[in-house]
């Protein structure tokens, strides 16, 4: 997982109401970002697309995180989602491999991330593990960017985290972000710029990642912790709630990565078909446009 993670922690954990997650319990994490690994012809199609950059608030951006770590990665921001893309290398070790993938959900008000390390043991994760990620922004000083929870450190190619910003990161003015809307607003609206609006592309709507049966073993749990309903169905799970829709497909090792990303516009477009390297983005017709991914 693209994660430097520093101050890690594994907790036994109070077993709490994690079970009620499939029976009504509040959604407390919603999805929040994804990442995919491609091959180095399509992130380089995109990293220097022109189309993107109208299509949407595009960003080419190296960051470093916990323990020096540095990734760049090409951004396609949205008002509360957003998605990050990788070329093969772009990352260190495993996580730099074709069809590596990740997934960030996150809450929209402090303290709800002690809520899903609650839930976790009854829902067969008796040790979730706690860690900081930090953010320097060019002066070798780590700001402490957002605490995170993993069901496991142990995975082929693909890995979910629960994530809460910290307070010290929101209120740092190299950062960005609005003011708060609300007490305690640790929200993705918050953390994302409003420069979407100058732009196509609004949110992910739905994302679909093929994924081994180990890591979506791994990732059901945390998905059922933060409240989203989650269907098993031929070949994999689905998951819904809170605006978008995540799909996973269990499949080989030598068949994982990014499959497809659909994502809302800001206003009605008509067709317009973008081949960027081995991916096809389809925009329109109508206020939608559908991002489909080949290895």
Avoid at 134 to 139: A, H, L, Q
Avoid at 222 to 239: K, M
């Amino acid at each position: 997982m693209v994660l430097a993670v520093a101050a890690v922690l594994t907790t036994a954990a109070t077993a709490g109401t994690a079970a009620a997650a499939e029976t009504g319990a509040p959604q407390v994490l919603f999805f929040n970002h994804s990442y995919g690994v491609l091959d180095r012809e399509t992130a380089d199609a995109i990293e220097n697309s022109p189309y993107l950059r109208e299509f949407a608030n595009f960003q080419v951006r190296t960051t470093t995180g916990a323990d020096g770590k540095v990734w760049t990665g090409r951004y396609l921001l949205g008002r509360e989602t957003y998605l990050e893309l990788f070329g093969v290398g772009d990352l260190p070790g495993q996580d730099g491999t074709l069809g590596s993938a990740g997934l960030g959900v996150s809450t929209e008000h402090a303290g709800d991330l002690a809520t899903v390390r609650d839930r976790l043991p009854g829902l067969g994760v008796p040790e979730p593990i706690d860690f900081l990620q930090t953010r320097d922004f060019g002066d070798g000083v780590p700001v402490p960017w957002f605490d995170g929870i993993l069901t496991t450190a142990a995975y082929d190619s693909f890995g979910a985290w629960a994530m809460e910003y910290r307070p010290e990161y929101l209120a740092d003015p190299r950062a960005g972000v609005e003011p708060a809307s609300y007490p305690g607003d640790v929200s993705r609206e918050r953390y994302l710029a409003d420069a979407y609006q100058d732009h196509l592309m609004r949110d992910v709507t739905a994302i679909r990642i093929a994924v081994t049966s180990r890591d979506l073993d791994a990732t059901v749990p945390l998905l059922r912790a933060g409240g989203f309903a989650v269907h098993s169905q031929p070949g994999g799970v689905v998951a819904t709630r809170g605006g978008t829709t995540i799909r996973f497909d269990a499949v080989p090792l030598a068949e994982v990565g990014l499959r497809q990303v659909e994502m809302s516009l800001n206003h009605p477009v008509s067709r317009h078909v973008e081949q960027l390297g081995t991916s096809t983005l389809v925009v329109g017709p109508g206020a939608r446009a559908s991002w489909t991914f080949s290895r």
